[in-house]
């Protein structure tokens, strides 16, 4: 199972505060992919219990995860970055929107993880069109976390008679993970003010 996780770094870094660009890249990258590995995975093990581990070793079926993995961390991506600029430009007084450029250089990045060039140029287009869309001025305030929650009960790889059933506690597990995102962020953002 270990080749479908994300690389462990990004997973286990901690941080004290968030005082640069290149800070913010990392905690939104870092975070994105911890809840997304986390909800999808223990997903697929609550809903398949002890046959998780054999299903792995299926081939066809890690295919399937890791599809599943990169189209759900792509959405995640987006909606944190939103969030974060969001949250800083209205409560943090941030006046350079720099999410456009973190966004891209974290799918650019990920490519050498293994992100296909599809999914990529999926991921890059659907940005794109949410970034012309977005009202920063209220989107932290208003459900900024609901196309990855979206997009954990879309991709699971879980027969949608099942997925029907789940639907609110999928949903609910991942909004529960993103509420403690957004409270640690808030902890390390607390001093951090842009004049």
């Known amino acids: 199972m270990g080749e479908y996780l994300f690389p462990v770094e990004k997973l ?45 070793e299926d081939e066809e079926f890690s295919k399937s995860i890791n599809i599943a993995k990169w189209n759900i961390y792509m959405t995640a991506l987006a909606d944190c970055v939103f969030y974060t600029f ?13 999410c456009k450029e973190i966004y891209l250089n974290i799918i650019n990045d990920e490519k050498n993880n293994g992100l296909s060039l599809e999914i990529f140029e999926k991921a890059k287009s659907d940005f794109l069109k ?13 459900n900024p976390f609901q196309e990855s929650c979206y997009a954990l009960y879309q991709w699971s790889p879980i027969a949608d008679e099942l997925k029907i059933l789940d639907k609110e506690i ?14 640690e962020f808030k902890k390390l953002t607390k001093n951090l003010n842009f004049n």
């Open 12 to 56: 286990t870094s901690y941080f004290k505060s968030i005082n640069s660009k290149s800070d913010l890249q990392k905690f939104i990258q870092q975070r994105s992919a911890h809840v997304t590995q986390n909800t999808l995975y223990g997903y697929l093990k609550t809903r398949m219990g002890h046959k998780f581990t054999l299903m792995v």
């Open 86 to 98: 969001s949250y800083l430009i209205n409560e943090k007084n941030l006046k350079n929107n720099d």
């Open 130 to 142: 949410r970034y012309e869309k977005v009202n920063f001025k209220n989107y932290y305030l208003e």
């Open 170 to 183: 999928v949903l609910n597990s991942m909004r529960l993970k993103w509420n403690l995102i957004d409270d």
